[in-house]
């Protein structure tokens, strides 16, 4: 029997049931085995009564040779140390002296738990080591009063006392020469005992552990024994049975010690992915390592376990095999109590699922792609099985019947279906009958809402039918379209017909209009040229006799040659002269107007400083502006020069700011502003007059035109500054802009390039 046990240690080793078969044992064991039983447990028992003997009586001696050899090292280390204090000079502190003390004694003189202490010929303690230990200040506090060492000091010797505290210690006390006081070595007991506990202790676990793991030995002993020879034969048939069944099946067991946290798998396990067996069981982190990380883990399964949710597990999972490829497992397991170790295992068998899993997958592949080709579509479909039942129908379908979600489910009756659609069929029309194929026909129909289905039906193998409807709407209202169209067509045809002799007749007409139009055209510009040429011309004739006017009404007012006789005389000459300079003006504008009209302008450009230039301006409308007490400011670039003919820039300027003055009321403000505009020079003319109105600003630089407001009426004017001074600005490169409003003011900004060609004079040709 004693095979039987040996050959049943290796649990689990050969088989899930953890049993194996034994060798037979030999005749004479048989017969022997009786008394075996009875003699084992007796010679285990009187073993055992030994040993705690034994124990005992050595833990006791162990206690006397630890007290003796401490007393010892006490009275050794006390005789040391009122040498080495005897020998120091008395110039030292206590302090100082009881350090350099512990440092010169040898290694584990003082352990934990061992006090020096020095005190005065009093009694008094003077120092202390450890410092800690500090703590009545009398030696007789410490020792106790009724003490021998206190009374005989070194006669004493080692002595077992209890200090102050009431804590058993050993202590001894050496007299320091020359009355210098005493020196006292305390050890406490407590301290003294403590590595003699650890040893005490560590015997009598073992001890413990010994009687403990004979005990269950005999036990085991005597259980093996008994039924080794049966579990034997159960061993044989079962594992016979299981392995033969898991390597067919391509699964395997397993089992799950949950307190131990160690896994056991059968060798189909490690066969089935491909892993070699080097220990009896897994742990728990290496098989969950194995597990695909998307099918949870095993920590959450224990979980679940431990908080009783769950007592039967179905799982399937992905696990790593030898090759590193990912094979599926359906693990089906139960929760289960050992009655041997009342611990809880979950035993279960694994199935390899790897193809049933790559067909699923490959299934729901082709079924999701047959559902997205359904439902993309343009056409309605559905699929109706044997019993009118819904099977399958894609969105349009269920758009074009108007259904709802919960209507289009799977397994839904045709009649529940077509009761929750629109409104139904109004007409129909047939188009084909069966065209040789049973159970097929094809239809028109229309619906409530007047649109057009096409629809076209199939009978199915298994005995359902398929429908598939077409929205023909937009083919039947364009069919009808047609059909109106061509009618219209037909009218039209006629209504062209009459329309073909009118228009051949105006084609003839707009001919003639058109060469009309070119002769008149042609007119207008030779007209608009000798406008220009006779303005020019009869301006020139106008400023001779004006001049002369001019000239004989300043003489005659200024009484060159006389006195003209009566005030109304040198009246009327002031208001002749004003009149003829205000005529004079007028003419020089047109002349100048018509000059430019008419291409004869010549500009001879040359670098002109902004700055001096706006001051000649300035200086010319300096006083009507000082007569209407008007504000003016200039903010001139200093410095800054543009190119450009003189004559020409002084009009523009002159022109904006006389019109500035003549049109701001008495006390306004004039400002004049020069900037930096990239390659150009911007001049800003701001007055706070009148304003013009949105509507009117086109009007403004057209030859001979004026805003009419009532302020504006009270001045005279030809109208052609503003025209004059954008018309310059052109010529030179630049532009003029305007903006404004009513009651507010208005700014003119002049914009002249700062880079251009100077030198001789050009003639520049105005574009129209």
């Known amino acids: 029997m004693a095979g039987a046990d040996t050959a049943c240690v290796p649990a689990r080793a050969g088989t899930i049931l953890g049993v194996t078969r034994s060798p037979a044992p030999s005749f004479r064991l048989q017969r022997a085995e009786p008394w075996l039983r009875l003699s084992v447990p007796t010679l285990l028992g009187l ?33 040391l140390a009122a040498l080495a204090l005897g020998g120091a000079g008395d110039s030292a502190s206590a302090e100082t002296r009881l350090a350099a003390l512990a440092r010169s004694l040898p290694a584990g003189a003082l352990p934990n738990g061992r006090m020096l202490l020095i005190a005065s010929a009093a009694g008094e303690i003077l120092a202390a080591h450890p410092p800690a230990s500090l703590g009545p200040r009398l030696l007789s506090e410490i020792l106790g009063e009724a003490q021998p060492l206190t009374l005989f000091g070194d006669r004493a010797g080692v002595m077992a006392i209890r200090l102050g505290n009431d804590a058993p210690a050993l202590a001894t006390v050496r ?17 003294l005992l403590s590595d003699w506990r650890m040893r005490t ?3 009598v676990s073992l001890l413990s552990a010994a009687v403990f793991v004979i005990i269950g030995l005999g036990g085991a002993y005597w259980l093996q024994a008994s039924h080794a020879r049966a579990a034997d034969d159960v061993c044989d048939k079962v594992k016979r049975r299981i392995d033969s069944a898991l390597s067919r099946g391509r699964c395997g067991l397993w089992d799950w010690d949950i307190a131990r946290g160690r896994i056991y798998w059968s060798d189909s396990m490690y066969e089935m992915l491909g892993y070699e067996r080097r220990d009896e069981f897994l742990s728990f982190g290496e098989v969950n390592g194995l597990v695909h990380c998307e099918d949870g883990d095993l920590y959450s399964l224990a979980d679940r376990l431990a908080s009783s949710k769950a007592s039967v597990i179905d799982h399937d ?37 790897t193809d049933q899993r790559a067909l699923a997958e490959y299934t729901a592949q082709a079924d999701a792609r047959l559902r997205d080709a359904v439902d993309a579509i343009s056409e309605a479909f559905v699929l109706w099985d044997a019993d009118n039942r819904l099977v399958l129908c894609n969105s349009k379908f269920q758009t074009l019947h108007d259904l709802s979600p919960e209507l289009v489910v799977p397994g839904k009756d045709y009649a529940a279906v077509m009761e929750g659609s629109q409104p139904s069929v109004v007409r129909h029309r047939l188009v084909s009958g069966n065209s040789g194929t049973v159970g097929a026909r094809t239809f028109e129909a229309e619906l409530g809402d007047g649109r057009w289905l096409q629809i076209n039906e199939r009978r199915t193998k298994d005995g359902g039918y398929v429908s598939v409807g077409t929205d023909i709407t937009a083919l039947k209202r364009h069919e009808q379209k047609l059909v109106d169209s061509e009618r219209q067509l037909i009218a039209t045809v006629t209504d062209l017909k009459k329309s073909r002799q009118t228009l051949e007749l105006q084609t003839q007409q707009l001919a003639d209009l058109a060469e009309r139009y070119l002769e008149q055209k042609a007119q207008a510009e030779s007209a608009n040229r000798s406008k220009s040429e006779f303005l020019a011309n009869m301006s ?14 300043e003489v005659m007012q200024g009484g060159m ?5 009566s005030e109304k005389y040198t009246e009327y000459c002031r ?30 450009k040359r670098q002109i400083s902004v700055e001096v230039a706006l001051d000649k301006a300035l200086k010319l409308v300096g006083e009507r502006a000082r007569s209407k007490a008007l504000e003016l400011s200039v903010d001139a670039l200093p410095g800054a020069t543009v190119p450009a003919d003189e004559r020409a820039l002084q009009q523009i300027l002159v022109n904006l700011l006389d019109n500035a003055v003549k049109f701001t009321p008495q ?14 020079i911007n001049i800003y003319v701001e007055d706070s007059g009148i304003g013009i109105p949105r509507d009117a600003l086109g009007k403004l630089g057209r030859p001979f035109e004026q805003v009419e407001t009532e302020f504006s009426k009270t001045h005279k004017g030809s109208g052609l500054g503003l025209a004059i001074a954008r018309s310059l600005s052109e010529l030179h490169g630049g532009g003029l802009r305007i903006r404004s409003l009513p009651g507010l003011g208005t700014v003119v900004m002049v914009h002249l390039p700062r880079h251009a060609a100077i030198g001789t004079p050009e003639r520049v040709e105005t574009v129209h």
């Open 47 to 79: 073993f055992l009564v030994t040993l705690g003997v034994c124990g005992y009586f050595q833990i006791g001696n162990s206690r006397r040779d630890a007290l003796a050899g401490a007393a010892s090292e006490i009275e050794i280390v006390a005789t």
């Open 575 to 604: 208001d002749i002269r004003s009149s003829g300079q205000y005529l004079l003006s007028v003419i020089n504008d047109i002349l100048d107007m018509s000059r430019i009209e008419a291409g004869r302008v010549r500009l001879a």
């Open 201 to 203: 202790l560590s015997e």
């Open 317 to 353: 999972f992905r696990i790593r095999s030898a090759s590193g490829t990912w094979v599926w497992l359906r693990a089906r397991a139960e929760l289960m109590r050992d009655s041997d170790d009342a611990g809880q295992h979950l035993v279960g068998i694994s199935v390899d699922i």
């Open 175 to 191: 007299g320091l020469p020359g009355s210098q006081g005493q020196i006292a070595v305390v050890h406490l007991t407590e301290r």
């Open 561 to 565: 040659f006389g006195a003209l006789g």
């Open 540 to 553: 020139h004739e106008l400023r001779t006799p004006l001049n002369a006017i001019l000239g004989f009404a």
């Open 667 to 680: 006390g306004g403000r004039i400002a004049v502003r020069t900037r930096f505009a990239g390659d150009a």
